[in-house]
Structure formats: C-alpha cells, structure tokens
C-alpha cells in the first residue's frame, strides 16, 4: 500500500514539518529504512542517525530539534507525543488489510460435550479440549494445543500451537500463550520414605491473571494444595522455569531463563533479567530489579537493584567487579614485591637474637626486626 506523507500525518494525529506529497511505500527502523520509507526516532540520542538516513521521511517525538540535529530538506517529518505508537499504526497501515480472523470449531479438533465455548471463540485443527472446560468470548485455540478438563480460559485469550494446559487452570482475560509452553504440571516436590523419594501428590491449580503473556517454552508448575499465580499484566519471556507455589505479583518482567524456586513472592513490577535465579522461599519487594545471571538468596526489600551471585546491592557489586578487574595488576605487583624481598633476604640473612625474634643481620651482632 502506498499513502503519502500528509495522509499519515492525519493517520496518526501529528504535526507534519516539510513535503507531505511524499510517496511513502513501508515503514522501517531507521537503521534499514530507504527511499520511499518511512522512519520513527524515539528520542534525541538515535536522531543523529537521521542526518545520513535514506528514508523519505520520519517521526519524532514533540522535543525533537532539527536545529540541533540537522536533516535533509527532503526530509517530511511527522510531530508527535509517541513516536513508537504512530509508527506501528503507520506500518500496519501500509501492510494493508490482515486476514480476517476464522470463528467456529473446527470438524478436525476435538471438545468435549461438556465443555463450554463461547462465542466467536476458534479451535483449530487437531486441537483439544476437555470435560467441563471454558474457552471464553473471542478466545483462540490452536492446532496442537491441549486444553485440560476443567480449564477455564476467560475473553480474547490466544493459546499457540502445542501449548498444554494441565486440568483446573485458569486464565483471565487476554491472556497469551506461546508455543511449546507447559502450564500447571505438577511441581517438583518429593519426601524420602525408607530410602526412597517419594512423589508429593500436587493438588493445586495455576491461576493467571489478565493481560498476561507468557513466552515459548515455559514452565509453570501447580501448586501442592492451593494455587499458584501470575499477578494481571506480568510478561513472561521464553524459556522461564517458576515452580510450584509461587506468588508472582501485578506487571512483572520475566526475561529469558530465569528459574523461581518453589514457594517465593514477587511484589509489583519486578524486573528479573536472564538467567537470574531465585531460591525457594524468597521474598522480593515491590519494584525490584534483580540482574543477569544474578543469584538471589535472600529476600529483597522494594526497590532495591541486585546483580552478582550472591546477589547483593549493585553498588557493592561494581566495586566488587571493578577490584576484579584490577586482579591481574595486583598479582604483578605481588610478585614483583616477593621477588623484591627475596633479594633483600639474600643480602641481609635473617638471624635469630636473644629474644627469640628474628630480624636482618646489619653487621652490629644484633638481630634487627626492621632490617635497617
């Protein structure tokens, strides 16, 4: 689809600066965009890349300065609050019409007698749902996915293909599943009995809130007698591991390979970057950011920010990385002072005095401690 300059700067409710008869054919980032494109510059420090960029056009944000940051005068620009929102509208846009969405069950899938589907809802191909299941208002059930006995998916919910969802989880409203993720298995728990382990039967159930996203690859693990849960609006990277019990709080950030032990609480807007990992029982506070690769051992207060395993403040942290990377010189100045006091010893042997102490011989009989 082509539109010209002036045509999304009405699109888009912005403030247009230069030619608006401008054929825009696509929107790309700036660092790919070309003649006939259309860019975005989110704030000041990307838009130095404007001055060698081909694209016909871009937007930017309301404090951009052209003065400052000099463009081309066959550059249109587009003025306005957010400049990443009106880029995607822009670039859906020009990708034209997306296919319509396909409603109904399809004669391939298999639903239970019980289960329950609202309307609008989609199941695919080869898809399954249980006894007594829900699958809400507008929701999507794709080829591959397993939909347990007793599961309830609410409104506008989307589950990928092959997801599993074990019996008894609940998903609220507009929750998204990516492909290949596990929810509500049993929990790794076991007792030793007479030498043996022996399985703790998980009775719980998993429950997600609104506005979830939960990425490929997960796992999320049942509780052993009440539920686990995933607070409204928290997002889920792929390859997150959050056992059995935990209570994961309201708009978390999850990144990719973080592991939860059992039994632990997130406050509101955590941040746990990749590879973070958390021991069981754990406590973290309201708006904490816990690093990558980081190894949390003990609760974290609100707001606080850790990185290191053990993880601790990230001040101490830096300074603890900044003495490390001193390591090397240290070691050479430590050899060069033994190699130093070596030479002296050789010189002034070490002699034993009346006392019992030991000291450098000077040449006056006594032992001297000092060595001078």
């Given at each position: 689809m082509v539109a010209t300059v002036e045509q999304l700067a009405a699109l888009v409710s912005g403030r247009l600066v230069g030619d608006g008869n401008v054929a825009i054919r696509s929107a790309r980032p700036v660092d790919e965009a070309g003649p006939g494109d259309i860019t975005f510059i989110e704030n000041e420090r990307y838009a130095k890349l404007l001055r060698t960029s081909p694209a016909s056009a871009a937007i930017v944000g309301p404090h951009f300065r052209s003065k400052r940051t000099p463009v081309k005068d066959t550059l249109a620009v587009i003025e306005v609050d957010d400049p990443i929102a009106a880029f995607i509208m822009v670039r859906k846009h020009l990708s034209g019409a997306s296919k319509a969405r396909w409603v109904g069950v399809h004669p391939q899938s298999w639903v239970a007698p019980t289960a329950l589907i609202g309307p609008e809802a989609a199941i695919y191909p080869f898809a399954y749902v249980g006894d007594q299941a829900v699958v809400g208002e507008g929701s999507t059930i794709h080829p591959g996915a397993v939909v347990g006995d007793r599961v309830r998916i609410g409104r506008d919910c989307v589950i990928h293909p092959n997801v599993v969802l074990y019996p008894d989880v609940v998903l609220e409203d507009r929750v998204e599943i990516h492909s290949g993720t596990v929810l509500g298995g049993d929990g790794f728990g076991y007792r030793q009995v007479d030498g043996r382990?022996?399985?703790?039967?998980?009775?719980g159930r998993l429950e997600v809130g609104s506005d979830v996203e939960i990425g490929a690859n997960c796992t999320i693990d049942?509780?052993?007698?009440?539920?686990?849960?995933?607070?409204e609006g928290t997002k889920i990277d792929n390859l997150v591991m959050i056992a059995h019990n935990n209570q994961v709080g309201r708009h978390n950030l999850l990144c990719a390979q973080v592991g939860i032990a059992g039994s632990c609480k997130t406050g509101d807007y955590v941040v746990m970057a990749g590879q973070a990992g958390i021991k069981d029982k754990t406590v973290i506070g309201d708006g904490v950011v816990v690093g990558a690769q980081a190894g949390v051992h003990r609760n974290i207060p609100s707001g606080q920010q850790v990185l290191g395993s053990p993880a601790i403040p990230v001040r101490e942290q830096r300074r603890l990385f900044q003495m490390i990377a001193?390591?090397?010189d240290?070691?050479?100045?430590?050899r060069e002072l033994t190699a130093q006091i070596e030479a002296v010893s050789a010189i002034l042997p070490m002699t034993p005095s009346?006392?019992?102490?030991?000291?450098?011989?000077?040449?006056?009989?006594?032992?001297d401690p000092t060595g001078f």
């Open positions: 382990h022996v399985k703790v039967p998980h009775t049942r509780a052993t007698f009440e539920a686990t849960r995933i607070g001193r390591l090397p240290m070691y050479k100045q430590l009346h006392d019992g102490t030991v000291g450098f011989d000077d040449g006056d009989g006594a032992a």
